[in-house]
């Protein structure tokens, strides 16, 4: 018989399949948000390494490295690290901020604009000194704002400084369609646009059901009633959670859209852009459709929009400009 040094290895290294795998994406906040944002990155092998980037002392490195310890029973090689600083985040192809404060019951997604400025904007001068050609998604509410914060202090292109709220208000609008009409969730197809506060866009014109349109399906109360429980959607679960916001969606919508970057996918999914005329509009950014693949942003995609959609639109983005206008950086 063999010796031991013959045995296959119990857990055999994947080859690197270029492509499919960058070398690291880090997490900036590893709290709700992040947490569970790394855990899924690694989960499916999106990075060689994962780096948790949180200021909690040890939380970071704890939670890091429990993750890990994860990877022989889920059957993943992507590293997860954690750290209080940036040294370990040098030259990381993708940076995901989900550092700052969530809100509680009665509180909106502005009464947060001032402690999350700060906090982003520190995080994006860090950002910009260690990973100077990252891209970079904002998870950090009020996200709009926040996406502009990253945007000014990096000096990034806006192809590398895309926003994440679409991919989430969109999965809640889906799956509460779904439930309605009791079908899959895989055969909805649907896209909110606007900010990601209660001006938020759901369109119901492009929503259908494997091409049906939804209005065909489904009575036009049932629609607005779905559509008023996406706007607020956000609250729905503080208002259960009592302590924080939601995280499971909103770290899936993260990867998704991380997924689509790493694998050149793509893929037209709902983000928060900076606007250079498309829409009508310039100077914020808004929840458009968007063409993510390797470079990040490829391309923002304009459709068509009926004329209450288009003014639902205007509405939301000076949503979006009002808190926009308050913060100094
Ligand atoms: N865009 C969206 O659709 C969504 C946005 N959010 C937002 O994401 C943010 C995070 O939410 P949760 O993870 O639930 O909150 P959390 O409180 O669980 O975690 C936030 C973490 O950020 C850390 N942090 C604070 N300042 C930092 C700094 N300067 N550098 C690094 N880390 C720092 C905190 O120590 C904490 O661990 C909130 O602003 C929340 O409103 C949450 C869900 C959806
Ligand atoms: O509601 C919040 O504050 C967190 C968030 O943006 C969401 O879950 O949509």
């Not at 901020?97 to 995080?123: E, H």
């Not at 909805?188 to 938020?200: E, F, K, N, R, S």
């Not at 959670?241 to 993260?254: E, H, M, R, V």
Request: proline share 5%.
């Amino acid at each position: 018989m063999d010796g031991p040094d013959s045995f296959p290895a119990l857990s055999p290294k994947k080859p690197q399949q270029p492509g499919h795998m960058v070398n690291k994406i880090t997490v900036v906040g590893a709290g709700n948000v992040g947490a569970t944002t790394a855990q899924r990155i690694a989960e499916k092998e999106l990075a060689r390494t994962v780096v948790m980037v949180d200021v909690a002392e040890g939380i970071p490195q704890g939670k890091g490295l429990d993750q890990w310890q994860s990877a022989p029973i889920e059957g993943f090689d992507s590293r997860v690290i954690g750290s209080n600083g940036y040294d370990e985040t040098a030259g990381s192809d993708i940076v995901v901020i989900t550092a700052g404060i969530a809100r509680k019951p009665g509180m909106s997604r502005d009464d947060l604009l001032n402690t999350n400025a700060g906090i982003v904007k520190q995080v994006s001068e860090q950002i910009k000194a260690t990973s100077p050609n990252a891209i970079v998604i904002v998870v950090s509410n009020p996200l709009d704002v926040m996406c502009y914060v990253a945007k000014e202090v990096t000096g990034f292109p806006r192809e590398r400084v895309i926003g994440m709220a679409g991919v989430l208000d969109t999965a809640r609008y889906r799956g509460f369609l779904a439930e309605a009409m009791d079908v899959s969730v895989r055969d909805i197809q649907a896209m909110v646009l606007g900010g990601h506060g209660d001006t938020m866009v759901p369109l119901i014109s492009y929503t259908s059901v494997s091409g049906i349109p939804v209005t065909q399906l489904l009575a036009k109360d049932k629609l607005d009633a779905i559509v008023d429980r996406t706007r607020n959607g956000g609250a729905e679960i503080v208002k259960h959670l009592k302590t924080g916001s939601a995280y499971y969606a909103p770290s899936a919508g993260a990867v998704q859209m991380v997924e689509a970057i790493v694998n050149d996918q793509r893929r037209i999914l709902p983000c928060a852009a900076w606007l250079e005329g498309e829409y009508g509009m310039s100077g914020l950014y808004l929840g458009v459709p968007c063409k993510l693949g390797r470079g990040g942003l490829l391309q923002v995609v304009e459709v068509e929009l009926t004329d209450a959609e288009r003014a639902a639109l205007e509405q939301s983005a000076q949503a979006v400009r009002d808190p926009m206008a308050a913060i100094k950086l």
